[in-house]
Structures are given as C-alpha cells and as structure tokens.
Nanobody, 126 residues
Framework: QVQLVESGGGSVQAGGSLTLSCAAS????????MGWFRQAPGKEREGVAT???????SYADSVKGRFTISKDNAKITLYLQMNSLKPEDTAVYYC????????????????????WGKGTQVTISS
C-alpha cells in the first residue's frame, strides 16, 4: 500500500525557514514525478514545486528563489526547503506522486493525481 507522509510543518515568523519532508513507502518503482502543492483557506489548491525522475525542477513564480525541492532517491523522500517565508505562504502543504505529466504542467492535478499525502500545516505570522 502506497503512502506519502508529510512532516516538518509548523509556525514561524515571516522571514524564517522551514523544511518539509515527504516519506514515501509502498512503491515498487520510483515515481516519475513528485511535487509539493498547497491549499490556503478559501483558495484552490496550487502547485508549488515539482521534480521529475531526470532531476528537472519546476517552481511556481511566487516561490522561485525562495523554495528548493529535492529528493533522496534511495529513501524516496521528497523535501521542500522554504526560506524567506511570507504570510501568504500560509497553507496546508501536500506531497504528491504521479506520472510525468504532472511535472510538465502542475495544473494537471485537477485531473487527478496517483497519490496524495494528508498534508502538513505551515503558518507564517507577520
């Protein structure tokens, strides 16, 4: 049974940093695409960053230069290093694993994603 378990969320002040982790288990293959998504209260879920099996990354404009996505392939653990956090980064952050198409266009999530984690709350205070 495949599971994605996020950790590392919390509450920090603006300008601070957090590192999220997503531990994957139950996979019999390495997912072609893994990524981080977030959903703020009253807003649609949005793609934050993705990483494909070739190591190609993609970021939302709102986080470019501040967030870094990476992966430990041996452990199939995905990370999101978040620096210079802003109050508008406040959201529940979800880990996703899917086919390569998600990495080509983060909006593909609307059509369904193979696996989602349950999310971890990130709260940034001003």
């Amino acid at each position: 049974q495949v599971q994605l378990v996020e950790s590392g969320g919390g509450s920090v002040q603006a300008g601070g940093s957090l590192t999220l982790s997503c531990a994957a288990s139950g996979f019999t293959y390495s997912p072609n695409c893994m990524g981080w998504f977030r959903q703020a209260p009253g807003k649609e879920r949005e793609g934050v960053a993705t990483l494909d099996s070739f190591g190609v990354t993609s970021y939302a404009d709102s986080v470019k230069g501040r967030f870094t996505i990476s992966k430990d392939n041996a452990k199939i653990t995905l990370y999101l290093q978040m620096n210079s956090l802003k109050p508008e980064d406040t959201a529940v952050y979800y880990c996703a694993a899917d086919k390569v198409y998600l990495c080509r266009d983060r909006r593909v999530w609307r059509s369904g994603v193979d696996y989602w984690g349950k999310g971890t709350q990130v709260t940034i205070s001003s």
